[in-house]
């Protein structure tokens, strides 16, 4: 049974960093992405960043060049650094895995999801 579980979220000024994590367990195939997903009160879920089976990354361009994805394959983990925060970055923040689709940063295909880890930052 595949289990992601998130950490790191928290409350920040604006201009401020935080690292998320996501530990992946379970797998025994490889998924064609995994990445990161936010959803703020009120709006749609995006996709923020993610990696596919192939490294290639894909970023939304809300947050290129502040957030940057990477993964430790040994240490079966994905990470989000995110630096140069703002108040518009305030969601609950998920880790998302898809098996087949290398439409990455679409929530429509996604199969597996942790429980979210939330991330606040004020004005």
């Known amino acids: 049974q595949v289990q992601l579980v998130e950490s790191g979220g928290g409350s920040v000024q604006a201009g401020g960093s935080l690292r998320l994590s996501c530990v992946a367990s379970?797998?025994?195939?490889?998924?064609?992405?995994m990445g990161w997903f936010r959803q703020a009160p009120g709006k749609e879920r995006e996709g923020v960043a993610a990696i596919d089976r192939d490294g290639r990354l894909s970023v939304a361009e809300s947050v290129k060049g502040r957030f940057t994805i990477s993964k430790d394959n040994a240490k079966n983990t994905l990470y989000l650094q995110m630096n140069t925060l703002k108040p518009e970055d305030t969601a609950m923040y998920y880790c998302?895995?898809?098996?087949?689709?290398?439409?990455?940063?679409?929530?429509?295909?996604?199969?597996?999801w942790g429980q979210g880890t939330l991330v606040t930052v004020s004005s």
């Open positions: 998302a895995a898809n098996r087949y689709s290398y439409d990455c940063l679409s929530p429509n295909f996604l199969d597996a």
């Open positions: 379970g797998y025994t195939y490889s998924p064609s992405c």
